[in-house]
């Protein structure tokens, strides 16, 4: 079956610092990836997305995730974080022919002021 | 004008009760869903409307019961509530069945059930 890993389960840093959050998932075939960010107390929102073509993705707020291929891995970087990061991060996918998006576990990111 | 909204943001009730909960969307999107997520915050999908047609019905209790009068409508029924379906359940809606366009989802229904 389909999955999505996120190592990560909470990350804490200072505010300037620079961001990576990993995400490995488990399908051999053509995927779609997606990254999501859900704010205290908010519903989820779509920070960036991948379907084909440069695998170096740039999305709302400064965020930016490397699809790599080889190593089934859609990381999301930040070089330089806010207090207002803090938030749940989600790496998802879905295989191209399928009709639902597998969501990771989440990250919990805390930026400390 | 919110995209796709949830009734009601907050449900307290009893064990044993039966509750719904409704999702409306006004984006003109084909494909609605309804996911739950615990207090892990781990997501998982319970169900996929495609224009009125059930198309994803995953392991889910037959308590729940999901109807779409229209595409821009899903609601949530639930019988016999329990202590473990206690969580937030998110509604979403998507361009169409292949999900390429993304999610955009409601703000959420957080069920406590006592």
């Known amino acids: 079956a389909q999955s999505v890993s996120q190592h990560n389960h909470h990350v804490i840093l200072s505010e300037a610092a620079s961001l990576e959050l990993g995400c490995n998932y488990s399908y051999g075939g053509t995927v779609n990836l997606f990254w999501y960010v859900q704010y205290p107390g908010q519903h989820l929102q779509l920070l960036l997305k991948?379907?084909?073509?440069?695998?170096l993705v740039k999305g709302i707020k400064g965020f930016e995730a490397e699809f790599i291929k080889s190593k089934f891995s859609f990381n999301l970087r930040k070089p330089s974080v806010q207090w207002s990061d803090t938030a749940e991060y989600f790496c998802?996918?879905?295989?191209?022919?399928?009709?639902?998006?597998?969501f990771g576990s989440g990250t919990r990111l805390s930026i400390r002021p | 004008d919110t995209a796709v909204s949830q009734t009601p943001k907050y449900l307290v009730t009893q064990m044993g009760n039966d509750k719904s909960i409704k999702c409306e969307q006004n984006l003109g999107h084909d494909t609605m869903y309804w996911y739950k997520q615990d207090s892990k915050k781990f997501l998982k999908i319970m169900f996929s409307y495609n224009n009125k047609e059930l198309i994803i019905n995953e392991t889910v209790p037959n308590r729940f019961s999901p109807k779409s009068p229209d595409k821009a409508h899903l609601n949530l029924h639930i019988n016999s509530l329990e202590l473990g379906d206690s969580a937030v359940y998110f509604c979403?809606?998507?361009?169409?069945?292949?999900?390429?366009?993304?999610?955009?989802f409601g703000s959420g229904t957080r069920l406590t059930v006592v």
């Open positions: 991948y379907f084909s073509g440069d695998p």
């Open positions: 979403a809606s998507s361009q169409d069945w292949q999900t390429q366009s993304g999610y955009t």
């Open positions: 998802a996918v879905t295989p191209s022919s399928a009709s639902k998006i597998i």
